[in-house]
């Protein structure tokens, strides 16, 4: 006997947007059969990861704080695999946006200018828009494919942050910590809800979802970039450039993944460290496929993620498991999507060998 996968004729467009909910569903059955295993209450523990984050104010601030990253991250990666330009280096943006915007906040902070906070956003957005030109020009120019180059660029600029926080920008006053200064308070952007952590950086996010749609529905680019990745013969025959759609997936990626590393610390910590992100730019890639590469879908799905951050914090305290459990959680929600899929765009075929070399079809 023998397995094997058809394509299906015609997908079926409802189950399309029914199967992320279906490999949520799936997900919680896996983490209550984990939780099981590891001996401890499944109820407590589902409980503890989806419903006690969203019982307070506090909580649910928390919970849009996280959820910005994972939403400014997503919308531009799936606007680049739309045009099949696949940026899995956020991450990497991320920490150079928060970098270069770092700078600007270390550099004039404290003076009382009115335009520093514009100034240090502006800087995110540059610092990420340059780290996402390398893997570009990489691309158009040696045709080295930007999978590779945006993810080995992400380990680079860990690498860049780690010498910095120990280093040149390490605080004197730091008893030795590797850390930079904390921003004044001028170059902290205003927090949305008194009491809260919650901060202007999440009206960006939310902003990047209409914006984001208006681009993908609504505009000629945003045609050159469906066509680009659905029919890029046709692409070529309408005269739409490759290697301008490239560029401009990068370049959008990258800037949406750098204002979100700057607004994660100017609007967190006040400070850099040699971690800033627990892999907001890697976990984006799961929400924009279980958002179905669609910025309102996204939204939704990177709330689901940052209730996953939320919750796996939560275990840590209450129940002591590991962090690695948000991971393997996380590791559940995308194994299931992926299956989903295959068995949306294709049938499984058994086939039985029979006597004479023949071969039956179920």
Known sequence: MRLSLEPRARPAQAMVWLSPVLAAVLSVIGITILFAV?????????????VAPLASLDGLSELGLKATPLLLCAVGIAIG????????????????????????????????????????????????????????????????????????LAYVSIQLLGYLVHGPWKDPEGYSFPQTKQFEADAMLPVLLADTRLHIGALFALLSVPLGSILLGRTLMGFR???????????????????AIVWFCLLLSGGLAGLAGICEIAGGNGQLTPVISPGYGFAAIIVAFLGRLNPVGIL???????????????????????????????????????????????????????????????
């Open 225 to 243: 970039i469906r066509t680009v990745g659905a029919a890029p013969a046709a692409a070529r025959y309408a005269g739409f450039s490759r290697n």
């Open 38 to 50: 590891l001996g401890r209450d499944p109820v407590q523990a589902l409980h503890t990861l989806f």
């Open 81 to 152: 695999v739309r045009a099949d330009v696949w940026n899995i280096g956020a991450e990497g943006q991320f920490t150079v946006g928060a970098i270069v915007g770092s700078g600007v906040a270390l550099a004039y902070g404290g003076a009382g200018h009115w335009w520093v906070i514009p100034a240090l956003l502006l800087a995110g957005v540059v610092g990420g828009m340059a780290w996402a030109a390398i893997p570009a020009l990489l691309r158009t120019r040696f045709n080295a494919h930007e999978i590779l180059t945006t993810l080995m």
């Open 300 to 362: 939704f799905a990177s709330l689901l993620m940052a209730l996953l951050y939320l919750g796996g914090e939560g275990l840590q305290v209450t129940m002591q498991l590991p962090i690695a459990v948000t991971g393997t959680i996380q590791g559940m929600l995308l194994f299931f999507l992926l299956a989903a899929d295959v068995l949306i765009n294709y049938r499984v075929r058994v086939r039985v060998p029979q006597a004479a070399g023949t071969t039956q079809h179920a």
